[in-house]
C-alpha cells in the first residue's frame, strides 16, 4: 500500500493523506514539502520512501496491530541528528555527545512513530534526518519536517500496512 501525501493549498505546513480511498487532513513541516531537503530547514521532503519500521509507547499505548516491524521505545533511546556524528540519521542509545532528539518524549509525537527511508539508505550529510510518520501536537500547527495524523488514524492506516508499505510526498 502506498498513502499519498500532498500539501492541501490553504497552508504550506497543512496536508493531505490519502489511503485506500479515504482523504484525510495531516500536519506536515514548517517548512512545507520541498524537493531538495537539507538539515535544519523544517522542510517535509517530496519523495517516495518506504515505511522502515516503527516504534511505540508501550507504557501508554496498547500494542498496534500492523505488519510493520514495531519496537518499544525505551527511555535511553535516541535520534542522532548531528551532521557531523558517525551516526547522523540513525537510531542511538543515550547517552551521546552528538546531537540527538529523544524518542522517549512527554507531548506523545512519538507514542507511535513510523521510520520513512529518508536519507537512510543511502545517507548523506546535511540532507535531512529524523523524517518520521508520528501522531499529531496537540497544538496542531506544525512539524519540523516529518507527517502527522491522529492516533485513531494511524491505528487504521497501520491496520492495513505492511512490510513493502509507503509513502509518496509531492507538491
Excluded at 484525510?24 to 518506504?50: Q, Y
Excluded at 540513525?90 to 529523544?102: C, N
Amino acid at each position: 500500500m502506498t498513502l499519498h501525501v500532498r500539501a492541501n493549498g490553504s497552508s504550506k505546513k497543512a496536508g493531505l493523506l490519502k489511503f485506500a480511498h479515504k482523504t484525510i487532513p495531516c500536519i506536515l513541516g514548517r517548512g512545507g514539502i520541498r524537493s531538495s531537503k537539507f538539515e535544519g530547514d523544517g522542510a517535509t521532503p517530496a519523495g517516495c520512501f518506504e515505511i522502515l519500521y516503527g516504534f511505540y509507547r508501550a507504557d501508554r499505548i496498547r500494542p498496534v496491530s500492523t505488519r510493520i516491524k514495531m519496537y518499544p521505545i525505551k527511555q535511553n533511546h535516541g535520534w542522532c541528528d548531528d551532521p557531523c556524528s558517525p551516526s547522523y540519521n540513525r537510531f542511538i542509545t543515550l547517552p551521546t555527545r552528538w546531537r540527538h532528539e529523544k524518542l522517549w518524549r512527554d507531548d506523545h509525537l512519538y507514542d507511535i512513530c513510523l521510520v520513512l527511508n529518508h536519507n537512510i539508505h543511502p545517507r548523506k550529510q546535511n540532507r535531512g534526518s529524523a523524517i518520521f510518520f508520528h501522531l499529531k501536537p496537540n497544538d496542531n500547527k506544525r512539524t519540523e519536517g516529518c507527517i502527522a495524523i491522529s492516533e485513531n488514524q494511524m491505528r487504521k492506516i497501520l491496520g492495513r500496512c505492511d512490510g513493502q508499505s509507503k509513502v509518496a510526498i509531492c507538491h
